[in-house]
């Protein structure tokens, strides 16, 4: 008779414990989800790709890869605040730009401009991901759509960089970062096609 302990027999893994590991891509479906229903215009997502920007020159303005998660609940809360006003998209997008120059320039006043994939390059993101912001309010229509959607594109590219590289921000803000912007990036196409 053959006895089996447990030793030999192949570890199953605690599948609570696995869900857990993988909470910043749940929270990035529950936030994509959030932001994309209802959206009928590029303008309502740029301020999405304006802060997508902004969390990463933010955590390299403060040298701290752990400052991603608290610079992104504050552009959750420019955001959020917009809301409250006549020109709800404008005022997140230039909010955030505003703010994220005053960040670059506290990241020059402590020394942050090396590393050149800290700062400077954060800084050059940031110009980029705004750029294209901007100018989806300015066109709209199916063409805003089709920019937001390549923007966050482009954005979830820059996040799957830094996951890998572990540079800049959190891995976890990070991976919340791809499928947040994956997944709005796709929605944002869906509504285009749709119209």
């Not at 006549?86 to 005022?91: C, G, S, T």
């Not at 909010?95 to 590393?115: D, N, T």
Request: aromatic share 10%; proline share 4%.
């Amino acid at each position: 008779m053959t006895t089996t302990t447990t030793e030999t027999l192949p570890r199953s893994g605690n599948p609570l414990r696995a869900a857990l590991r993988r909470w910043p891509t749940a929270a990035g479906i529950a936030m994509a989800a959030f932001v994309a229903w209802g959206v009928t215009s590029g303008a309502d997502i740029a301020p999405v790709l304006t802060a997508s920007g902004f969390v990463y020159i933010g955590a390299a303005a403060f040298q701290r890869r752990g400052a991603a998660w608290p610079v992104f609940f504050l552009s959750f809360a420019v955001i959020a605040a917009a809301g409250f006003t006549a020109y709800e998209a404008d005022f997140a997008v230039w909010g955030l730009i505003g703010i994220a120059v005053l960040l670059a320039a506290y990241g020059l006043v402590r020394g942050a401009a090396r590393p050149a994939e800290g700062l400077p390059l954060q800084s050059l993101a940031m110009l980029g991901f705004g750029a294209v912001a901007v100018a989806v309010l300015l066109v709209g229509g199916d063409l805003g759509l089709y920019l937001v959607a390549a923007g966050l594109l482009g954005h979830a590219a820059w996040d799957v960089w830094h996951h890998r590289t572990e540079r800049v921000v959190s891995r976890s803000l990070a991976e919340f970062c791809v499928v947040l912007d994956t997944l709005v990036a796709a929605a944002m196409i869906v509504v285009a096609i749709a119209n």
